[in-house]
């Protein structure tokens, strides 16, 4: 019988042949923590006597959920990060590189068959490059930095195939909302996600990072897809390491395999207060929106930029919407900047934030207020999740968002796209 | 390992932002100020209403969302004796056994709030006094027994100075 990426993935790091179901201690190619949860892992990284780190070529901390500071409180954690880093000799991405799940993926570090932990849910993002990353908390992240390893329990892979073709206004947010609502909030708990098929091999790797990214919405442990050409060039950008590729046997075994025929999809919005509560954009256009958000892990990347300001050159957002902009990382801002997208986006009514998590997480950015609707390209429209439990959060692709944007209503982005 | 305590009712996908609000969990480490606000956005006064040892008891995918690790620990410090739930999203689970927080995986659809129910974490079997039932909870994998029997991971790596799984 053959074996899943993840299956290879997670043999290769442990030494020994595993099958799904086994509980293996593997060995870590790679190590995040952010802001929200390092300051916890620092504490249980001295509970548990830790000296040395592993290795510090292996290891980032970013701070980019509450970036800069808005308060007392939040500082005092992040000196305690940035004190951290120093003693230890760690590299950390301070206030204004951008969000962990994009500098990670810029570090070069991670690539086809990488093992990484990161404390942040949403570390399955980098499963677009081939590498099995998966979100943990503070305990395990400070047992992964004093001994370079962590326990795992080997998942079963769920395979979904996108076949077909994605239709103009049609994007990658858009196929893993429908993918989510179609399997629901914890139709893949505790196993791998396998993204394959024409679809997914047809778009670029910013769109692809954007389905990894959400695996985690519906309880999956990864979000893996195979490495191509578009992943090996876009690796080139940031590193000269080479990777090998790890592919499926074609006789493995899976939990199940799903078809889909993307091409008659429609944009996909997920409603208020869950990401698996999902509905054509044509059901639900007309909802007034009070703040629209582009940016966060799953779509802050220059293409999603670009395709928002595609929609809003040389217009203006209806002055009733607040239209909040966080690009990505440094790099995605300083590109941006340089080809007059962000311009078009800040001529049309866009408030740039800090690059980092923007108002995703309801620290600061912008906290909706009571009763108010938001539209926005994050991952997660949880009760409160913006900040205010009386808010109504709204998940969509950045067309979708710009679109909205523009009439202060949801809107089919189709309306605006030749 | 024994547990007694009253259960409280919540339903299926409780996600880590209403166990603990990302507003609370980004000010501070102090996970008893942080328990006070434990549940807030689905029972604004749930605090109030924990005795020590009290069951949460959940339906599917409980703890889904977020890695923060201040989720089990805002519920272990609002002195809940165990979660209870028909499943669990992953990392909140890990989180769970790392820290020292007891989770145990039944059907719940039979237990009601108010109910008393005495936990035995190590067969797995659940008495539900009140109604005089017997539930039997999946056992867990030895390696995670190892991990609460050190009380959680960092006394676990204290007492063998890495992992001894
Ligand atoms: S952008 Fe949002 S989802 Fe992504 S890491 Fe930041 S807070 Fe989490």
Redesign the pocket.
């Known amino acids: 019988m053959g074996l899943t990426i993840i299956e290879k993935i997670l043999s290769e790091h442990s030494g020994k042949q595993v099958k799904a179901g086994d509980i293996v201690v593997a060995g870590l190619d790679f190590i995040m923590g952010?802001d929200g949860t390092s300051p916890l892992a620092i504490k249980a990284f001295e509970e548990m006597n830790g000296e040395a780190v592993f290795d510090k070529d292996k290891i980032a901390l970013v701070i980019?959920?509450s970036s800069p500071s808005p308060n007392d409180g939040v500082s005092a954690l992040h000196k305690m990060m940035r004190d951290f880093v120093k003693s230890k000799g760690v590299h950390l991405y301070d206030i204004g590189e951008g969000?962990?799940?994009q500098v990670v993926p810029e570090s070069g570090k991670v690539g086809p068959g990488s093992l990484v932990i990161g404390a942040?849910s949403?570390t399955c993002t980098y499963g677009a490059l081939n590498a099995f990353s998966t979100g943990v908390g503070s305990t395990d992240l400070a047992g992964g930095l004093i001994s370079g390893q962590m326990w795992f329990k080997v998942p079963e892979t769920l395979k979904f195939v996108c076949n077909g073709q994605l239709q103009a206004g049609v994007y990658s947010k858009d196929l893993i909302l429908y993918l989510i609502g179609n399997i629901t909030a914890d139709g893949a708990t505790y196993m791998a996600a396998e993204y394959t098929g024409e679809a997914i091999s047809n778009i670029s790797m910013d769109a692809r990072f954007t389905i990894s990214n959400m695996a985690i919405e519906m309880g999956a442990k990864a979000g893996l897809m195979e490495a191509d050409e578009k992943t090996f060039n876009w690796l080139k950008q940031f590193t000269s390491e080479s990777f090998e590729k790890v592919e499926a046997d074609t006789d493995a075994s899976y939990y199940n395999i799903k078809e889909y025929d993307v091409s008659s999809l429609e944009p996909q919005v997920a409603m208020p207060h869950t990401v698996d509560n999902v509905s054509p954009v044509s059901q639900v256009s007309g909802t007034p929106v009070n703040q629209a958000v582009l940016g966060?892990?799953?779509n802050g990347r220059l293409e999603d930029l670009r395709i928002a300001a595609s929609i809003l050159k040389g217009r203006k957002v209806n002055p009733d919407v607040r239209f909040i902009v966080a690009p990505a990382s440094k790099n995605i801002y300083l590109q941006a900047m340089q080809e007059g997208t962000l311009q078009e986006l800040i001529e049309a009514g866009a408030a740039v934030v800090t690059p980092g998590?923007?108002p995703?997480?309801g620290t600061h950015n912008g906290v909706p207020s009571n009763g108010e609707n938001v539209i926005s390209t994050?991952?997660?429209n949880f009760k409160g999740r913006m900040g205010n439990s009386s808010a109504y959060i709204h998940l969509a692709s950045p067309a979708t968002v710009a679109a909205s944007a523009l009439v202060g209503k949801i809107t089919d982005p189709r309306e605006f796209i030749k | 390992m024994k547990l007694e305590g009253n259960t409280h009712k919540f339903g299926k996908d409780v996600n880590t932002d209403y166990i603990i609000s990302g507003k609370y969990k980004f000010k501070t480490l102090d996970m008893r100020e942080l328990a006070k606000h434990v549940m807030e956005d689905l029972d604004t006064d749930f605090y109030n209403k924990i005795t020590a040892g009290d069951f949460i008891v959940g339906e599917s995918n409980f703890g889904c969302g977020?890695s923060r690790e201040q989720a089990p620990l805002a519920i272990k410090y609002a002195n809940i004796g165990a979660v209870i739930a028909k499943s669990f999203a992953r990392i909140f689970y890990r989180n769970a056994i790392n820290t020292g927080l007891p989770v145990v995986e039944c059907d719940t659809d039979n237990i009601d709030a108010g109910d008393i129910l005495k936990v035995d974490l190590e067969t797995g079997s659940i008495l539900n006094k009140t109604k005089n039932e017997t539930i039997q909870a999946k056992p867990l994998p030895d390696v995670m027994i190892k991990i609460l029997k050190d009380g959680g991971l960092a006394p676990h790596f204290r007492k063998h100075g890495g992992f001894n799984l």
């Open positions: 952010q980019d959920h969000v962990c799940h942040d949403h966060t892990c799953t998590c923007g995703c997480v994050a991952n997660r | 977020s």
